[in-house]
């Protein structure tokens, strides 16, 4: 089933200048990126989109960092691309995560860990509206 997915490049890679090789994995990993944008999040936009970890620990530092410099929202669309993100993403934790993942090649630290995808169809809708207009995203 083709379908469409949300990501976001974090500060930490678009610090490192390594947006382009991130996207290489997303495409080399069969995902077509078909909406992106660089922008600065202010810290209100921050806490909005992480609102569902309000009541974790790292909740603070999480938003400060996300608005720490520029991310780059992606829509991304291919077979199961939820899912197929998250495999490419690798796990939360860099250090943990297979090589070859995004995670593990540009991920600093849990926190930095160089890029959000979205964990389910719905979340994904969500953030996308979130972050697009109609007029941005190309016609599925
Ligand atoms: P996302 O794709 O970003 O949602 O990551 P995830 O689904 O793999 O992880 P989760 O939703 O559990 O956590 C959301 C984000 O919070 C992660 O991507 C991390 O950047 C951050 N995070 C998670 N655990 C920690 C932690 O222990 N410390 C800090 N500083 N950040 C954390
Ligand atoms: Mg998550």
């Known amino acids: 089933m083709t379908e469409r997915t949300f990501s976001m490049i974090k500060p930490n890679a678009t610090k490192k200048n390594v947006t382009g090789g991130i ?38 530092e999480l938003c400060e960092f996300m608005c720490s410099g520029p991310i780059v929202a992606q829509v991304l669309e291919g077979e199961n691309a939820v899912m197929r993100n998250r495999e490419i993403m690798g796990d939360t934790n860099p250090e943990k995560a297979d090589a070859g ?29 979130f972050f697009f207009s109609e007029m941005e995203i190309l016609p599925a």
């Open 23 to 60: 996207n290489a994995l997303l495409e080399q990993g069969g995902l077509k990126i078909v909406a992106q944008k660089r922008m600065q999040l202010t810290r209100e936009q921050a806490e909005k989109f992480y609102e569902v970890h309000k009541e974790r620990p790292f909740y603070d």
């Open 101 to 129: 993942t995004i995670r593990k090649e540009f991920g600093d630290s849990i926190g930095e860990n160089s890029i959000h995808g979205s964990d389910s169809a719905e979340n994904a809708a969500k953030e996308i509206a």
